[in-house]
């Protein structure tokens, strides 16, 4: 009984490490900052909610050019998939968003502990959280892209993306944005000249792929 006990505990201990590798609150200060701007400038009604990490955040122009369709940058850089899950109470449902736009794993996939099973389950936890609150909202998700920074995990990211694909298949408004093979050359390897000098973050001609990409999917008012 006592063995039993103890592994039900070390199981436990695995677990928690595995659902946060870093604590959530070291975005306290971000996500304080978005509060702030929000008692600011009243943020528009029912917008289309862009959410995730920096590729998100970093999207400078994703307002002005989507402006048609009122959208919203929520990103927070550096987060983690469950980051974004943890904070949804402040980044997602204040704004009662009529569509959701998500790109989140690719933060995830340099931990050694988390395969791309653990990056379905990450990303099933955030999707659970959002449908607990909006069971009907449409859903975007965009797939982790291939960064020359991070090509050491391009074979778990690919894993990732099919794993999320087929999980969103089954699932009732939701749409799976396959980004990775278009940011790729002809020999299968990332298009350097899309990204940054850190070759992680992309540059506009990143950002107009994504945005040609996912634009068909945006819902107008």
């Known amino acids: 009984m006592r063995k039993n006990l103890l592994l039900l505990c070390l199981a436990c201990m695995y677990a928690s490490v595995s659902l946060f590798a870093q604590s959530p609150l070291r975005f306290e200060k971000d996500i304080h900052t978005i509060r702030d701007f929000d008692k600011m400038y009243a943020p528009a009604p029912h917008p289309i909610l862009f959410v995730g990490s920096s590729s998100i ?12 369709y009122v959208v919203m940058n929520r990103g927070v850089g550096g987060a983690e998939t469950n980051d974004i899950t943890y904070y949804a109470n402040d980044i997602i449902f204040p704004y009662a968003p009529r569509q959701i736009v998500i790109y989140v794993g690719e933060n995830d996939l340099p931990h050694a502990s988390v395969t791309a099973d653990t990056m379905l389950v990450r990303f099933q936890q955030l999707y659970g959280t959002i449908r607990a609150k909006l069971p ?10 291939p960064s020359p920074s991070r090509a050491a995990f391009l074979e778990k990211a690919k894993q990732t993306n099919a794993l999320i694909k087929n ?55």
């Open 136 to 145: 009907a909202i449409p859903i975007i998700y965009i797939s982790i892209k």
């Open 57 to 68: 955040r970093k999207w400078d122009d994703l307002e002005r050019n989507f402006s048609s």
């Open 167 to 221: 999980f969103l298949a089954k699932e009732k408004h939701t749409v799976f944005i396959d980004i990775y093979p278009k940011m790729l050359d002809k020999s299968g390897q990332p298009r350097k000249e899309l990204f940054l000098d850190d070759m992680l973050h992309m540059n506009k001609k990143g950002y107009a792929i994504w945005e040609k990409a996912v634009q068909p999917y945006l819902l107008h008012k």
